[in-house]
């Protein structure tokens, strides 16, 4: 009999990256000032301040380049960069081969606030993965909600 597969690892970029055009930094600039303009004529100045300083922090963000992270399925948990996420913390999961991006691997967490992880995953790891995680968690059909796709789709 086979040694069963201990662990995974691999390295991906934190997240999908779009190369963002000159347009669409004008486009971001002019609604940031419209509504930092409008924000000022109703006289709620400090959210004025706020919308001009959160358009500068997208532009700055959507221009940076992803960082390249480690991430790793073992028989203590999942791994991505330093935090490791124990199966007990998590419900679900579900491999997703048919998205555009490449195969995902989605996770469902009991916590509240990160009720969903998305990993990109190799192609050549979706066994050894699915192997691993079918013997601690269930396998359940998940879909990225609808505010993850609206956000690509608008690239970000």
């Given amino acids: 009999m086979a040694d069963p597969i201990r662990a995974v690892t691999w390295e991906a970029p934190e997240h ?7 347009d669409w930094f004008w486009a971001l600039g002019i609604v940031t000032v419209a509504s930092a303009l409008a924000a000022f004529f109703f006289g709620n100045f400090l ?19 992803p960082a390249i992270i480690p991430f ?31 195969p995902q691997l989605l996770l469902r967490s009991t916590k509240f606030f990160m009720p969903l992880i998305v990993l990109p995953i190799p192609e050549e790891y979706t066994d050894e993965i699915e ?10 059909h ?10 690509e789709f608008f690239g970000f």
């Fill in 16 to 22: 999908h990256h779009i190369e963002k055009s000159g």
């Fill in 72 to 102: 790793a399925i073992t028989t203590r948990g999942v791994r991505v960069g330093s935090t490791l996420y124990p199966y007990s913390t998590l419900e679900c999961f579900f491999i997703d081969e048919e998205d555009e991006r490449g």
């Fill in 131 to 140: 192997t691993i995680l079918e013997s601690r968690l269930p396998a359940e």
């Fill in 47 to 65: 959210f004025a301040i706020l919308i001009a300083i959160a358009g500068g922090t997208v532009g700055l963000v959507a221009n940076r380049a």
């Fill in 142 to 151: 998940l879909e990225e909600p609808l505010g993850t796709k609206l956000l």
